[in-house]
């Protein structure tokens, strides 16, 4: 039960109302019994410096960022991680310490403030949940021939990842190929600004409809298109299913449904599966971390969230 001091965050986006963090949040700080609140904040697009300004004029400790606003925060943004700055978009704000007289917080307060100056820095939690979903079905990225399936926005986040734990090999496999040659130069700089542009790192962009060029049989794959997302259930982005047998290690992004079509491709064809709800709750995990130093969310609990989570999916 939060108090008088609890630590305050909540979520802007817009809408919010289908956000499940809310629900993720409060049931987090119920189970660890942490002086903590989570609250939906429905926010306009022209009104995203507004909703900054007043979230830290109103004591919050930090946001979450969801669609649309994940890039539209970064200019409002006192600092930003590097993560945000490779793959431009941000998904949690936390609020910095007080840094005195002639620094930000002072301005920020004093009604002098400009957009460099609000007294959050940006952080991409995607990233660290997409992470630590697959190291728990033990999936290693390092010296890995990986696919990458999509080039949005979501894409950028795994790519982002692909990188960073030393992947061997992407192959960004999307319908509109000019998209996915400009994810894979994006992926050559992101390299070069996590200082491992000699790290050997092979990259090609290629058509979907192309997937019998790839040499490999062993692939780690991870979908991150809008493909099989409810209500279109019953699409795959690659419907061959001789495509699924080179594929050992498949991670689906999209929780809605829980099992994807891609998912069921890939189990029959014997891979290891793990499914987008998990990267969701340890996103959220991740920014609670942050939010509240010092707690770390045990894995029973990470559990009975998910559990409480699939159900509110399933309602
Ligand atoms: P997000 O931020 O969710 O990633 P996005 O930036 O619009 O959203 O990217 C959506 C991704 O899903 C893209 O890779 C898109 O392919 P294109 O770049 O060719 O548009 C992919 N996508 C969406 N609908 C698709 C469909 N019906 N078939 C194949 N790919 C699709």
Redesign the pocket.
């Given at each position: 039960m939060a108090t008088g001091n609890a630590t305050v965050c909540g979520v802007i986006g817009n809408p919010v109302g289908h956000s499940l963090s809310p629900l993720m949040h409060n049931e987090i700080a119920r189970a660890l019994g942490l002086d903590y609140i989570y609250v939906p904040c429905p926010v306009e697009e022209n009104a995203v410096g507004d909703a900054i300004r007043g979230a830290y004029a109103l004591g919050f400790t930090g946001l979450n960022v969801t669609v649309p606003h994940k890039q539209r925060v970064i200019p409002f943004l006192a600092e930003t991680d590097g993560a945000v700055r490779c793959i431009g978009a941000c998904n949690t704000l936390v609020r910095l310490p007080e840094v005195g007289a002639q620094g930000d917080m002072r301005r920020a307060s004093s009604g002098q403030e400009d957009n460099k100056s609000i007294g959050y820095k940006g952080y991409n939690t995607d990233v660290e949940g997409l992470f630590r979903a697959m190291s728990g079905q033990d999936m290693k990225i390092f010296g890995r021939d990986c696919l990458l399936i999509?080039?949005?926005?979501?894409?950028r986040a795994a790519a982002y990842l692909l990188v960073r734990e030393g992947a061997a090999s992407v192959t960004v496999l999307?319908?509109?190929l000019d998209?996915a040659e400009a994810l894979t130069e994006d992926m050559r700089k992101m390299a070069a600004e996590m200082n491992r542009a000699d790290c050997g790192l092979k990259l090609q962009a290629l058509l979907p409809d192309r997937w019998n060029q790839l040499p490999g049989d062993s692939y780690l794959a991870i979908q991150?298109?809008?493909?099989g997302m409810y209500p279109h259930v019953d699409e795959a982005?690659i419907e061959d299913a001789k495509f699924y047998q080179k594929i050992s290690q498949a991670v689906d992004i999209v929780y809605t449904p829980s099992q994807t079509r891609f998912m069921k491709y890939a189990e029959a064809a014997g891979s290891r599966v793990c499914g987008g709800l998990d990267m969701l709750i340890f996103q959220g995990v991740a920014a609670l971390e942050l939010w509240n130093p010092g707690v770390k969310v045990p894995q029973e609990v990470v559990e009975r969230i998910r559990a409480i989570m699939e159900e509110r999916l399933h309602e």
């Open positions: 999509g080039a949005g926005g979501a894409a999307n319908r509109s998209r991150c298109t809008s493909v982005p």
